[in-house]
């Protein structure tokens, strides 16, 4: 998944962890784009060609990518694939496409050309050349699994950490404690903590994956309606919410929408709480109903939503 997975827990099992690491590895095996064979790729190299069948949960989670993509004004777009590969940021040889090539694969990414068939669960890419990429959730999605295993084996209190998706289970002391990294600062550097018990705590930020040239910063979370990275004052959206997915989802969502909107949605949503670092060194904190920040670095200021 291009990031190291920690698990953490409070018994010397070494065969839970070896069974968790299994089912992690299998459902990256069904859901990777970054290899010539999976489930997803399967569906990619059928595009124009003819639907394919998938697993119940593979299919599950293209469902819920789809509907999240046809949200109204959403940056989530499951069918963002050819452009991703367009980039290749965070791969060898990422660089900035000329604005034609842009163009020629914008008409590859609409998220209606994804054709759903509940009864036989299959996938149809409706336009050669269109791709799924399922990168923004499919970590979310596996955390979400592992929890739910490791509550069935009777686990209580463990901490699921899948690089910028961190699951906690139980409450330990009373709470767990998160850190919201510091954009661009040294690995440790830490903006704040957040403390949550039985929550999911996901980060997207711009500082994750990105290249520079010609002066400027192109990052890994594309804008669908443009190609290019999304352009904001926001530098990370950290989502507080009960399922991994959600936050993965919101965290891509909240991006598009940027602060002020961002915000206004989340009114409307008391499951869903956020923590945005912006450029300009503040932390917005949405309601903290289901969380508590303290902030680590005095360089930065906290305002809530409603500001
Ligand atoms: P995350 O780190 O969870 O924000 O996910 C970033 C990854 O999601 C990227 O590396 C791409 O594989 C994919 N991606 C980039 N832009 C989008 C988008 N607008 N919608 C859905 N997935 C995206
Ligand atoms: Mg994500």
Known sequence: MGSPIVLSLFTDDRDLAARVFRLIQRYEDALTVNRAVSQVMAVNHAAGLHPVKV??????????????????????????????????????????????????????????????????????????????????????????????????????????????????????????????????????????????????????????????????????????RTGYPLDNDIESVTIVSDDSLDGDVWTTLIYGFGVEKGCAVLRQREDIEAIFITKNREVILSSQRQFRFTLLDDSYRISGCTA
């Open 55 to 224: 697993s119940g949960a593979v299919y599950d989670l293209i469902r819920c990518a789809k509907a999240a993509s046809m949200v109204n004004d959403s940056a989530f777009n499951l069918a963002i694939g050819p452009l991703v590969k367009l980039w290749r940021i965070g791969f060898q040889g990422s660089r900035v496409p000329a604005r034609e090539e842009i163009a020629e694969r914008l008409p590859l990414t609409r998220p209606a050309e994804v054709i759903l068939n509940d009864h036989e669960r299959s996938v149809f890419l409706a336009r050669a050349g269109m791709e799924i990429d399922l990168g923004a959730i499919a970590k979310g999605y596996i955390a979400d699994r592992v929890r739910d295993f490791l509550r069935q084996q009777g686990v209580e209190q463990a901490l699921i950490n899948l690089g910028g998706n961190v699951l906690a289970l139980g409450s330990p002391q009373g709470a767990w404690s998160v850190g919201v990294k510091k954009p661009f600062a040294a690995a440790d550097g830490l903006v704040g903590v957040v403390d949550v018990a039985n929550k999911s705590v996901v980060t997207s930020g711009i500082y994750e994956r990105w290249f520079e040239q010609d002066g400027k910063r192109w990052h890994h979370i594309l804008d669908p």
